[in-house]
């Protein structure tokens, strides 16, 4: 198994910027995909980017298109999301995910990391 262990969320007020890092151990494959999921309270859990380990394509959501922005550094082995302009409707805990055959199906995914919580003020 590839462990995954997500760090960088915080309180920050809204229009801020903040960055998340995940940490990986273990092999990962080129052809894996690299995600960011985020679930708020009462909410389920709902994709937010990811990345082609090989490839280096990206993948947003619709709500944080032109806002977040998803990198990956194959030496180092971790996965980062740098999030710009923030809104309240951001806050989540978000966690890091490695899927396998890169369908990004919440309920298929193969690992996942255990969170890092991001709260927006307004």
């Known amino acids: 198994q590839v462990q995954l262990q997500e760090s960088g969320g915080g309180l920050v007020q809204a229009g801020g910027s903040l960055k998340l890092s995940c940490a990986t151990a273990g092999r990962i494959y080129s052809s894996s995909t690299l995600a960011w999921f985020r679930q708020a309270p009462g909410k389920a859990r709902e994709f937010v980017a990811a990345?082609?380990?090989?490839?280096?394509?990206?993948r947003y959501s619709d709500s944080v298109k032109g806002r977040f922005s998803i990198s990956r550094d194959n030496g180092e082995k971790t996965v980062d999301l740098q999030m710009n302009s923030l809104k309240p409707e951001d806050t989540a805990v978000y966690y890091c995910?490695?899927?396998?055959?890169?369908?990004?199906?919440?309920?298929?995914?193969?690992?996942w990391g255990t969170g890092t919580l991001v709260t927006v003020s307004s």
């Open positions: 995910a490695r899927d396998r055959n890169g369908d990004l199906n919440p309920s298929r995914i193969d690992e």
């Open positions: 990345i082609r380990w090989g490839a280096g394509t990206t």
